[in-house]
């Protein structure tokens, strides 16, 4: 077995420990009978409404994404082709925690013939879009909902989230030992085929740039559009369950927040981070232990059942576009 192979093996252990670990955090006073009965109370009406408002993101990625790709020059020939590649990204992430970038844009290449470092670049760029946006969320949400937000901070602060002080060093020399190297190889072939693919990258991370006025008005409008959708998908769910009916948007942005971070730390899917992170969010807000662990499985249970479904018809969509391509070939 290869050491690239032992690497990616140890480095998806330790993410599925990491899940497991907080889901029992989660789950290991859970009382389980009250916890089924919630969920099968659970208001199926908006559970649906929140699936589809969680669909609903996925394509206005896409549309986002056809539209600097238009501006690059390689405008794809169908408009679902993003927005099944996105999907299909999601899913990846289900069983390989921060892989959907590079599923996505492979998905992308095959089905559309879009170069990957151009593809690669844009995902950057909506990275980028998708920080700034976060800090902005964060921010409105520590305004609106102060209190909590500083008790969620000093919780933070006062656990695991605290760094060796070796860490800064260490990277200052890694770094330095890294651009010597660069250095001293520039004109390798290997380094050469890799300036060339940073070069595509920076191409595609430019697109923003090419907008014109209308276009980036749009690209604004899909942006606000992926957001609100995060916070819709999670704010009718309050509306699903007796013990969250009466929080308010104030609350929902709170959680967002919240749930936003359990999604960031790379367990598969949020698995164990999004059920803690929520439930402990929720506790803030008045809301029991189990009425809190009742929501978040109930809310990620149905995103999760968006993701698996919007993946698989994703990953047929491509197979038979790609399919096509080889016969037209």
Known sequence: MSAKKIKSILTYTIFIGLGAGLLYLAFRETEWDKLLADMREANLSFLALSLLLGFYAYVARGLRWNLMLKVMGHPPKRTWSTIHSIALGYFSNLAIPRSGEVFRCTAMYRAESVPVDRLLGTVLLERLVDLFMLILVFALGFIT?????????????????????????????????????????????????????????????????????????????????????????????????????????????????????????????????????????????????????????????????????????????????????????
């Open 145 to 329: 909902n102060f209190s909590n937000m500083q008790r969620l901070l000093k919780d933070v602060e006062s656990g695991s989230m605290q760094f060796p002080g070796w860490i800064i060093p260490a990277g200052i020399a890694l770094l330095g030992l890294g651009l010597l190297i660069l250095r001293l190889m520039r004109n390798h072939p290997f380094f050469l085929k890799v300036r060339t693919f940073i070069i595509g990258m920076l191409e595609g991370l430019r697109a923003f740039q090419k907008l014109n006025t209308k276009q980036r008005f749009i690209f604004i409008v899909h942006t606000i559009q992926i957001w609100l959708m995060y916070f819709l998908m999670v704010y009718v769910v309050f509306f699903a369950l007796p013990a969250t009916q009466h929080l308010g948007i104030s609350d929902g942005l709170f959680l967002m927040v919240v749930g936003g971070l359990g999604m960031v730390i790379p367990t598969p899917g949020g698995v164990g981070s999004y059920h803690f992170l929520v439930m402990t969010g929720l506790f803030f807000l008045g809301v029991e232990k189990t009425d809190g662990l009742s929501f978040a499985t109930v809310v990620h249970g149905t995103q999760l059942v968006m993701t698996i479904v919007a993946g698989i018809v994703g990953f047929i969509f491509l197979a038979r576009v790609q399919n096509r391509s080889i016969d037209n070939g």
